[in-house]
């Protein structure tokens, strides 16, 4: 399995790794004071309801207002210069959802499962430890960043990370 670590920038104009809150800040388009400010209010930009589909139930964190497009720009301009491995489909801007099946067909077995509680069991050490040592970001980028995308210590469902 490929590890975040040997995925490479898409490009040599990447923003990767960050090592600074102000270069974290120019990155995304939006002051560090205001970046500062709403990571430690981050609780109350989140509208979370369940969404029902078929007999399962899940919790979606909808993050609203400026959290939310704080998370949009880190996503497009930070993570989406992450260039994943081909077998990562789900969530990446140009792959389409029936390509994963596709690659099994005609194969002698194929597994499908669901993870449990996916989202709510990647924790917020999990995610700063993918900011700082696999996208080799600063202590104090990792710090923040995992601030803003992560809520009661998870892995937000819902959000544009």
């Known amino acids: 399995m ?3 670590k040997q995925c490479n920038p898409k490009s040599p104009a990447s923003t990767l790794p960050i090592l600074s809150l102000n270069k974290f800040a120019y990155a995304i388009g ?8 709403l990571a430690n209010k ?3 930009y989140y509208f979370p309801f369940m969404k029902k589909r078929g007999d399962k139930q899940r919790e979606i964190d909808q993050p609203v207002g400026f959290l939310k497009e704080v998370q ?13 491995p081909e077998y990562v489909i789900g969530g990446v801007k140009g792959r389409k959802h029936y390509e994963h099946p596709l690659r099994h067909i005609n194969k002698p077995v194929v597994i499908t499962f669901d993870v449990k ?4 069991n990647i924790t917020n050490l999990q995610v700063f430890n993918v900011w700082h040592k696999q996208l080799e970001c600063s202590h104090e980028v990792a710090r923040l960043a995992t601030k803003l995308t992560t ?11």
Do not use: M, W, Y
């Open 151 to 161: 809520r009661n210590g998870h892995l937000p469902l819902g959000a544009p990370t």
């Open 72 to 84: 949009g720009k880190i996503n497009d301009h930070i993570l989406s210069n992450v260039l994943l």
């Open 2 to 4: 490929t590890s975040l």
């Open 30 to 37: 939006i002051p560090r004071e205001k970046l500062e400010s």
């Open 117 to 120: 509680d996916c989202f709510q």
């Open 42 to 44: 981050t609780a109350s």
